[in-house]
């Protein structure tokens, strides 16, 4: 039988003056099982001739990527549901922070900006206190830490 994967993740609140978020604390925040940080895209600039069949890339870069995070969020009643909510988002909607993931004790962190973000209020996850939440912002093509 295969261990569990221990998964920690952070958001940094620089920002907002307070310390960063742990937004899979596993009481009031829940990574979803599908995220997904982006792919590498390159930015390349062609030169073609008319004479001369295809292309040749004379220069590239790595592009911004788009890096979308799933979170359940949890609270014991409503009210603490809407101010984890609410903590989340004010997270999110800084101008700059950056995202960290550690998966067995390896580092992925990403220097990223002010995320569009939907709420799921599902009637059975808000009987039950819960919410589920998408996030999807711009990352830098290049990660502060890990590949």
């Known amino acids: 039988m295969a261990a569990i994967v221990t998964i920690s993740a952070v958001v940094t609140r620089d920002d907002l003056g307070q310390p960063d978020l742990d937004i899979n604390d596993l009481v009031n925040y829940f990574i979803g099982p599908r995220f997904d940080p982006g792919g590498v895209i390159w930015e390349r600039e062609q030169a073609t001739s008319r004479y001369i069949h295809g292309s040749v890339t004379v220069g590239r870069k790595k592009a911004t990527a788009d890096y979308t995070l799933p979170i359940d969020v949890k609270g014991a009643t409503f009210a603490e549901l809407n101010q984890a909510k609410e903590t989340l988002i004010e997270a999110f909607e800084q101008d700059s922070f ?22 799921n209020w599902d009637h059975v996850y808000i009987h039950n ?7 999807s912002f711009p990352r830098q093509p290049v990660p502060i830490f890990g590949v």
């Open 98 to 119: 950056r995202v960290t993931m550690t998966f067995d004790g390896i580092v992925y962190s990403w220097q990223c900006e002010a995320a569009d973000y939907s709420v």
């Open 129 to 135: 206190r819960r919410l589920q939440m998408s996030f």
